[in-house]
């Protein structure tokens, strides 16, 4: 079952933070996050293997809640080229296929 | 270049027409992995390999695709009397086996159909 992410677009100005969310109904092994801009292949940013486990790197991190079934991404202080749309994959057990959210399109505008 | 190459990457093909892509994964990868991708929407699942091995296929697969890795290496996905409705973006990716690995994607393979 596909992921549900939220909110589906956002539009925010340079140095605004901004929070995307991945929600599933069933329970998860790991979660993973891409951006994808337009007419290009997505591009890897992030894996989150345990409930409750943080990552980040530069200004996006991100959170894996195991109980809640849900994933959210944190953009801080975006810059332009944080602009694109942004997809998380779940993956229900180990070494299965990824199954991808419905996407949120975000718009940094300067 | 070592990430995943995908070929070609634009193709313009009449309906009813038979068509071929090619992906050419990560070296060491032993998985591979095929998405297709319309406008506007997430990647979707259509079927994926370990080294030869085909270990899944969606539902969306219907009988007129195929895919083979035939050597465990590259991998090839064709659309046999393409419809209209397969115009979309064919996404090849690969990744190592095991848990917390990346999956990589290639740059695409789009698909017109007219």
Not at chain 1, 14 to 23: F, K, L, R, T, Y
Not at chain 1, 26 to 38: G, I, M, P, T
Not at chain 1, 74 to 88: I, M
């Amino acid at each position: 079952q596909q992921p549900v992410q939220s909110p589906q677009a956002v539009i925010l100005r340079e140095g605004e933070d901004a929070v995307i969310n991945c929600s599933s109904s069933k329970a998860l092994y790991s979660v993973h996050w891409y951006r994808q801009k337009h007419g290009e292949a997505p591009i890897f940013l992030m894996i989150l293997l345990k409930g409750g486990e943080q990552k980040g790197h530069d200004k996006i991190s991100a959170s894996f809640n195991e109980k809640k079934q849900q994933s959210s991404l944190y953009l801080t202080a975006s810059q332009l080229s944080y602009s694109g749309t942004y997809f998380c994959g779940t993956e229900k057990l180990e070494n299965e296929k990824l199954t991808f959210g419905t996407g949120t399109r975000l718009t940094i505008i300067p | 270049d070592t990430g995943v190459s995908q070929n070609p990457r634009h193709k313009i093909t009449k309906r009813g027409q038979n068509v071929t892509f090619r992906c050419d994964p990560i070296s060491e990868h032993n998985r591979l992995y095929w998405y297709r991708q319309t406008l506007g929407q997430g990647p979707e699942f259509l079927t994926y390999f370990q080294n030869e091995a085909q270990l899944e296929k969606s539902r969306l697969l219907s009988d007129r695709f195929s895919a083979e890795r035939p050597k465990g290496s590259f991998s090839t996905l064709e659309i046999q009397r393409t419809e209209q409705g397969d115009s979309a973006m064919y996404l090849c990716a690969s990744s190592l086996k095991g848990p917390g690995n990346t999956i990589y994607f290639g740059e695409g393979s789009w698909l017109t159909v007219v």
